[in-house]
């Protein structure tokens, strides 16, 4: 059985980053900029917008925080997103979600330019994303296709099950792994909280993806012997943190699988920094 390691592959990804934005400054360029919006005061993004402004600094992006209370009204929001649109020192936009009782997350995410939308999630990226151009892909899902490219995991010709159906993970991933191309062409199919049967289809699964946000639901007697499993699930529970997936009873039938912790997980940091770079590249034309 193969431990899927994105821990370690994140880490790669970030040196990789690293010495390309170090190689342009030294050559006198600016370095790629990242502004990090957060609105309110709620634990769980103030931790996740402190590990991310980290990871921008290990890779030399410089970040951009603007820290808004909740009470700030939806005009003023979206204000301060079309002045960072125009922004030439800011290459992409990051709106931390959710956002407070009475914002428009939808309206929030439309203002952000779409080649500045390093979170893949403004409608133009996500339609580009489907008819297969180029853009920006959500970063969860990203990370999930280049931890399968990576590892030489490859879809194509294969059955792949996703559980789950969010705009954020399920349905981009679904997408992403039924493209045509390299690491694409498998049979997908996209399960959910309504899907009759659930364990059969999981049973018939050479790929099955959990994104479901239920701790240790899929049990071993729902994996078919020598699947490959992918654990987007991040649980909290009482003995710590927990994939979808039931680790001991799947792990002695899967041929490779992701831990929860240290698996999809870092991997959504650091393609949101690869997004962040590609933009800077492109707007700087090297």
Request: net charge neutral; proline share 6%.
């Amino acid at each position: 059985m193969i431990l899927i390691d994105g821990k370690g592959t994140a880490a790669s990804i970030r040196m990789e980053l690293k010495d390309s934005v170090e190689g342009h400054v030294l050559l006198g360029r600016r370095a790629p900029g990242l502004a990090v919006i957060l609105v309110g005061d709620d634990a769980a993004s103030q931790v996740y917008v402190r590990n991310k402004e980290k990871a921008c600094a290990d890779v030399g992006i410089v970040s951009f925080p603007h820290r808004l209370p909740a009470t700030v009204s939806q005009a003023d929001l979206v204000t301060l997103i079309r002045n960072l649109n125009a922004d030439d020192a800011v290459d992409g936009i990051l709106l931390q979600l959710p956002l407070p009782a009475g914002l428009n997350s939808h309206a929030c995410l439309e203002a952000i330019d779409p080649q500045k939308d390093v979170d893949g999630f403004h409608p133009v990226n996500v339609g580009r994303m489907s008819l297969g151009l180029p853009g920006f892909a959500p970063c969860t899902p990203a990370g999930v296709m280049e931890l399968l490219r990576r590892y030489g995991l490859s879809v194509a010709g294969k059955k792949a099950v996703v559980v789950g159906r969010s705009n954020i993970v399920g349905k981009p991933l679904s997408v992403l792994l039924s493209r045509p191309g390299e690491m694409g062409n498998a049979t997908v199919v996209l399960c959910h909280s309504a899907t009759p049967n659930l364990a059969e289809e999981c049973r018939q699964a050479d790929f099955l993806f959990l994104a479901m946000g239920r701790p240790c639901c899929i049990t071993g007697d729902m994996v078919k012997p020598g699947a490959v499993i992918v654990d987007i699930g991040i649980n909290r529970t009482e003995t710590g943190l927990t994939g979808d997936a039931d680790f001991a009873s799947v792990k002695d039938k899967v041929a490779a699988i992701t831990p929860v912790p240290g698996g999809v997980g870092p991997m959504t940091i650091a393609m949101l920094l690869k997004n962040t770079v590609q933009s800077w590249q492109s707007r700087m034309q090297l």
